[in-house]
């Protein structure tokens, strides 16, 4: 799934231009790929979600699914190998899992809207969702997110 979004190119009109403010917890997440267009208006940041930007805001998505993916694969090698900081493993999946779970539910409503307005995953089905572990709720609730009605 990660790698399908990922893949995706744009190929034509579906967003009606929005700015939105993004969330600390957004702004302060390093390593994530920019938005192209911002603006400052009356001292607030203010990030342009639009034709224009949504290849940008998917990349965000796909950085969060990976990271989820990673941490998960972490913590299955530090269980097979019976590590010592498993716990330090887990506590890094719950923090990725959480920053996804506020990308998913934000109420800007952007991954909403790249899944249901834009041909982002015109063809993929919830079967292809990575369900690696029986631990691995937060990629199950993506999953769920996924199954809207179309």
Known sequence: MTE???????????IT???VTP???????KGLPKIKSTRIIAGQPEWEFSDKTKRDWSRILVAFLSAVDKSIENMEQAMKMK?????????ILNFWCRLLYYFVTWEAGIVEDLLMKTNMVDGITTTFMSM?????????????SLSYDR
């Open 83 to 91: 590590k010592e900081d498993l716990d330090k493993e887990m506590e």
């Open 132 to 144: 690696r572990t029986g631990n691995s709720r937060c990629l199950f609730t993506l999953n769920q």
């Open 4 to 14: 399908l979004i990922g893949q995706w190119k744009p190929n034509r009109r579906e």
């Open 17 to 19: 231009r929005k700015w």
């Open 23 to 29: 969330p600390d917890w957004l702004v302060k997440s």
